[in-house]
């Protein structure tokens, strides 16, 4: 039962990296520009939503909704204004640019709100501390099952954009041949900045941390590298082999989720392909 | 006035100059076709044209309008189509998605999915497969019609027969033909010169980066023109043939 127990949880971990990863893996899948400052815009958006909240009082939801334009706005401005020339300039400059910016947006926001831990813990209520008991062992949170159902309407929502609006197959064919997208008129300047404004607004979450982007980075490479259902499973399977790590002894949670990461690895270079996804995000 | 002039069009990667000096015109509703060995710079020329490689020197006008400042995306909507050599297909879409990721915001326009699949009927059953997994033919027949859906004025199609069999060729020719008796001016590049002669209303032929030969598809010669193609006058008169 404890085993269930950790698999159920791991998968609720699971859905939180997948949703911190989404964004990194459309970012990839388009432009292929690793986001290095990924968690850092993630962990500034929760700040924007923390300011919101302490100066207005309302609720962290509607905080959210105010914070989420604001944030989509940032991710097309950035693009349009760094990134692009970054990706003029080869493959290391947006590498070396989005790590600026990470450091960037770390120091400002030291400086800004001071090294303590904040949290939005105490004005989302009950939320945060919910959870039920099922078969005296199997304990579900309310807070893991909104990370899930978040990860599942991100996901839904993402996979129907690309897939039946027309900005999501233009997406797609810049992703596949941004020469040929071109030739067809497509810009994809406003395409990139796009995919980028989306990417900021997935990763856009209340727990989220810059130590987190790395397990972020393990769920996209797990699921393969720029595939949008790759990316859900990698985040659940990474998710699981943590909990399920943690249950042989609580230390070994980061090191069984790096050791499937260092299998998957392997095991692409290896020619072995574990994984096919036909929607590339 | 002619739907596109080429003026003095220099073109260069790096230091290799593959396109010199070059002057064309291309009437409303006319079909020309671009023909001359590997590397007379065909390939660069119309890359060019469409705004995918920014010339050196030279202007290129549609209409009467200077466009050569134009980046490749303004220019589809401006009525220029480039269908590139290789089709380039996004592999990953569908056939009906390749088709509609290209179609004009703007409404109207004679070109839609119906009017693609009327012009190419064996994409019928294919329009929701996956680009890849279509035949050379077809996905040719395919790129061509992601041009049209762009509603072009002016439709550049490079190397349309370019690693299909035969019979491939012919059923895309036979469709291209249908799209040019509707009044669609066509620039196209081709390698192979009888069904060149046969499509077009003029043949420009490229050698080494310059027009050397330019008429009448009906009118030229065919030695002339095979002459042109290899540059063998010019080695006779220099005495030293390659």
């Given at each position: 039962?404890?085993?269930?127990?950790a698999?159920?949880?791991?998968?609720?971990?699971?859905?939180?990296?997948?949703?911190?990863a989404?964004?990194?893996s459309?970012?990839?899948?388009?432009?292929?520009i690793?986001?290095?400052?990924?968690g850092?815009?993630?962990?500034l958006?929760?700040y924007?939503?923390?300011?919101?909240?302490?100066?207005?009082?309302?609720?962290?939801?509607?905080?959210?909704?105010?914070?989420?334009?604001?944030?989509?706005?940032?991710?097309?401005?950035?693009?349009?204004t760094?990134?692009?020339?970054?990706?003029?300039?080869?493959?290391?400059?947006?590498?070396?640019a989005?790590?600026?910016?990470?450091?960037?947006?770390?120091?400002?926001?030291?400086?800004?709100?001071?090294?303590?831990?904040?949290?939005?813990g105490?004005?989302?209520?009950?939320?945060?501390?919910?959870?039920?008991?099922?078969?005296?062992?199997?304990?579900?949170?309310?807070?893991?099952?909104?990370?899930l159902?978040?990860?599942?309407?991100?996901?839904?929502?993402?996979?129907?954009?690309?897939?039946?609006?027309?900005?999501?197959?233009?997406m797609?064919?810049?992703a596949?041949d941004?020469?040929?997208?071109?030739?067809?008129g497509?810009?994809s300047?406003?395409?990139y900045?796009?995919?980028?404004?989306i990417?900021?607004?997935?990763?856009?979450d209340?727990?989220s941390?810059p130590?987190?982007?790395?397990?972020?980075?393990?769920?996209?490479?797990?699921?393969?590298?720029?595939?949008?259902?790759?990316?859900?499973?990698g985040?659940?399977?990474?998710?699981?082999?943590?909990?399920?790590?943690?249950?042989?002894?609580?230390?070994?949670?980061?090191?069984s989720?790096?050791?499937?990461?260092l299998?998957?690895?392997?095991?692409?270079?290896g020619?072995?392909?574990?994984?096919?996804?036909?929607?590339?995000? | 006035?002619?739907?596109?002039?080429v003026?003095?069009?220099?073109?260069?990667?790096?230091?290799?100059?593959?396109?010199?000096?070059?002057?064309?015109q291309?009437?409303?509703?006319?079909?020309?076709?671009?023909?001359?060995a590997?590397?007379?710079g065909?390939?660069?020329?119309?890359?060019?044209?469409?705004?995918?490689?920014?010339?050196?020197?030279?202007?290129?006008?549609?209409?009467?309008?200077?466009?050569?400042?134009?980046?490749?995306h303004?220019?589809?909507?401006?009525?220029?189509?480039?269908?590139?050599?290789?089709?380039?297909?996004?592999?990953?879409?569908?056939?009906e998605?390749?088709?509609?990721?290209?179609?004009?915001?703007?409404?109207?326009?004679r070109?839609?999915?119906?009017?693609?699949?009327e012009?190419?009927?064996?994409?019928?059953?294919?329009?929701?497969?996956?680009a890849?997994?279509?035949?050379?033919?077809?996905?040719q027949?395919v790129?061509?019609g992601r041009?049209?859906?762009?509603?072009p004025?002016?439709?550049?199609?490079?190397?349309?027969s370019l690693?299909?069999?035969?019979?491939?060729?012919?059923?895309?020719?036979?469709?291209?033909?249908?799209?040019?008796?509707?009044?669609?001016?066509?620039?196209?590049?081709?390698?192979d010169?009888?069904?060149?002669?046969?499509?077009?209303?003029?043949?420009?032929?490229?050698?080494?980066?310059?027009?050397?030969?330019?008429?009448?598809?009906?009118?030229l010669?065919?030695?002339?023109?095979?002459?042109?193609?290899?540059?063998?006058?010019?080695?006779?008169?220099?005495g030293?043939g390659?």
């Amino acid at each position: 039962m404890s085993v269930a127990n950790a698999i159920l949880q791991g998968i609720f971990l699971g859905a939180f990296y997948a949703v911190l990863a989404c964004g990194l893996s459309l970012m990839f899948g388009v432009m292929r520009i690793i986001n290095l400052a990924h968690g850092d815009v993630a962990v500034l958006g929760a700040y924007l939503v923390l300011v919101i909240v302490q100066g207005t009082g309302l609720s962290p939801l509607l905080a959210f909704v105010i914070a989420l334009p604001a944030m989509i706005a940032l991710g097309y401005v950035l693009q349009l204004t760094v990134l692009q020339r970054a990706l003029k300039a080869g493959i290391l400059t947006p590498l070396l640019a989005t790590f600026g910016l990470s450091i960037v947006i770390q120091n400002l926001l030291l400086l800004k709100f001071s090294p303590d831990v904040h949290s939005l813990g105490a004005s989302a209520g009950a939320l945060t501390t919910e959870s039920w008991n099922l078969f005296g062992s199997i304990s579900i949170s309310a807070l893991g099952l909104v990370v899930l159902a978040v990860a599942a309407v991100v996901f839904t929502v993402l996979h129907l954009f690309l897939s039946r609006t027309r900005p999501g197959w233009r997406m797609r064919a810049t992703a596949e041949d941004p020469d040929a997208a071109e030739l067809i008129g497509i810009d994809s300047r406003h395409v990139y900045a796009r995919a980028t404004a989306i990417a900021i607004r997935s990763v856009f979450d209340p727990v989220s941390g810059p130590t987190q982007l790395i397990f972020a980075f393990e769920a996209v490479v797990i699921g393969g590298m720029g595939s949008l259902w790759g990316t859900l499973l990698g985040g659940l399977a990474l998710g699981v082999a943590q909990t399920l790590g943690a249950q042989l002894n609580p230390e070994y949670a980061a090191l069984s989720g790096h050791l499937l990461f260092l299998a998957v690895l392997i095991l692409r270079f290896g020619g072995v392909r574990l994984v096919r996804f036909g929607a590339r995000a | 006035m002619s739907l596109l002039a080429v003026e003095d069009l220099d073109c260069r990667y790096g230091l290799l100059q593959a396109v010199r000096g070059v002057s064309l015109q291309v009437a409303e509703g006319e079909t020309v076709a671009l023909i001359g060995a590997n590397g007379a710079g065909k390939t660069t020329l119309m890359r060019a044209i469409a705004g995918a490689h920014p010339p050196h020197a030279g202007r290129v006008k549609l209409d009467g309008t200077d466009i050569t400042s134009l980046p490749a995306h303004t220019r589809v909507r401006r009525g220029i189509a480039l269908v590139p050599e290789g089709r380039r297909l996004f592999a990953g879409l569908t056939v009906e998605e390749n088709l509609r990721v290209a179609a004009a915001s703007r409404t109207g326009g004679r070109w839609n999915v119906q009017a693609v699949l009327e012009v190419f009927p064996f994409l019928k059953p294919r329009l929701h497969m996956p680009a890849a997994t279509l035949s050379g033919g077809e996905q040719q027949a395919v790129a061509i019609g992601r041009g049209l859906m762009t509603n072009p004025r002016l439709l550049l199609l490079d190397e349309a027969s370019l690693g299909l069999a035969p019979v491939a060729v012919d059923a895309v020719y036979r469709s291209l033909a249908d799209v040019i008796r509707e009044g669609m001016t066509v620039l196209l590049v081709e390698q192979d010169l009888g069904r060149a002669l046969k499509v077009a209303d003029r043949v420009v032929c490229m050698l080494e980066g310059r027009v050397v030969l330019e008429g009448e598809a009906r009118s030229l010669d065919r030695d002339r023109i095979v002459n042109a193609y290899f540059g063998l006058r010019r080695a006779a008169a220099g005495g030293t043939g390659a």
